[in-house]
């Protein structure tokens, strides 16, 4: 099990103030000397976090790879076939969000993504498409040339009643294995934390997950190596005991 971290609210405690701190290469080292096996970050449209500069900075300095995450608009594709990071993560993008608000409809918007994932593909970047865990979005990726999915855990990390929650998680584990079945390759992601990666983690067809708020949450008061170690603790240990 491989662990992403997103370090994308580091640069929002950095654009809320207007500083040059906290330094983004910095926590990328951090994390990756705790454990991180790539480092996540999202180039939004109107810019609230990461800027262009960040992943120009972090691209080659990085020891393990970038997954870099961005809506489908052409100047966000022609961004990445010029910086050609190994990993891109195509996601929907609302302006007013505080975060992405669920999975990118593949099925209903299949021209213009299979475009992307032909135009990144040519520049030599592996691509993922951030989806809900449904099959048919599952078989609309795999028709569009993308290679990982990455399953959005949203509805389960924020499910209160154990019944949905136990629904919602049911869900995760059948996409997961139709889509390894494909042979697409499984990442998950989105609202997990420290209570509950482990179910998510335990799905043994799901190779990687991405996290970032939670981390960065701990880490006010951990510090960000102990927050990105315990996160990997937890995720290389689902299930074991």
Do not use: W
């Not at 809320?16 to 999202?42: C, F, M, Q, W």
């Not at 499910?159 to 889509?179: G, W």
């Amino acid at each position: 099990m491989l662990l992403g971290v997103n370090i994308d609210h580091i640069a929002t405690l950095r654009e809320v103030r207007g500083t040059a701190y906290p330094n983004l290469l910095d926590a990328a080292k951090i994390a990756e000397a705790a454990g991180a096996d790539s480092i996540t970050i999202h180039l939004r449209e109107d810019r609230r976090h990461i800027q262009d500069r960040d992943v120009i900075m972090l691209l080659p300095e990085l020891l393990t790879r970038m997954n870099l995450e961005m809506a489908v608009t052409e100047e966000m594709i022609n961004i990445a076939c010029q910086l050609a990071p190994s990993d891109c993560c195509l996601v929907p993008e609302k302006r007013a969000e505080l975060t992405t608000e669920g999975g990118l409809n593949v099925k209903l918007n299949q021209k213009p993504i299979a475009s992307a994932c032909d135009k990144l593909n040519a520049a030599g970047i592996r691509v993922s498409l951030f989806i809900d865990p449904e099959t048919d979005q599952i078989d609309a990726a795999q028709s569009v040339g993308a290679e990982v999915i990455e399953l959005h855990t949203g509805n389960y990390a924020d499910a209160v009643e154990p019944k949905v929650r136990e629904k919602e998680l049911s869900r995760i584990k059948i996409a997961a294995e139709y889509a390894n079945n494909l042979g697409l390759l499984v990442h998950a992601g989105h609202g997990l934390h420290y209570d509950n990666v482990s179910e998510v983690a335990s799905i043994q067809e799901i190779i990687e997950l991405n996290i970032g708020h939670s981390i960065v949450a701990r880490a006010v008061f951990s510090g960000l190596g102990d927050a990105v170690r315990d996160m990997k603790h937890l995720i290389i240990n689902a299930g074991k005991i």
